[in-house]
């Protein structure tokens, strides 16, 4: 299974346009902070990154009935039940709290 796993992601990987996320995190001067400092990630930092979470997300999975989501640096993976992976950029996280009754 992990074996099949991981090549979706490569698949995924060579498909996700990272060019695109580093011109919108430059036009929002989204960055990231390092040990360096704070920039905005290159193509390889953001596919290394991707990697670590599908890593972390394949590891939180084993043995769960449903998915799992994790997140960091704008990026998160989903790995479902059916085996299926999901990669995105989500530069905008808005939220909406009933118990507190205000949008964050």
């Not at 997300?57 to 799992?68: H, N, P, S, V």
Request: hydrophobic residues 40%; contains cysteine.
């Amino acid at each position: 299974m992990t074996v099949d796993l991981t090549e979706k992601f490569d698949k995924i990987l060579q498909g996700f346009d990272f060019w695109e996320v580093r011109k919108i995190m430059e036009l929002m001067d989204w960055k990231w902070a390092t040990a360096a400092g704070y920039h905005i990630p290159d193509v390889d930092e953001m596919k290394e990154s991707c990697c670590t979470l599908f890593d972390h997300t394949l590891e939180e999975y084993q043995g769960r009935e449903d998915f799992c989501s994790i997140g960091t640096g704008g990026f998160t993976v989903t790995i479902y039940k059916n085996k299926n992976i999901v990669l995105e950029f989500i530069p905008i996280y808005l939220t909406y709290d009933s118990e507190i009754d205000e949008v964050y």
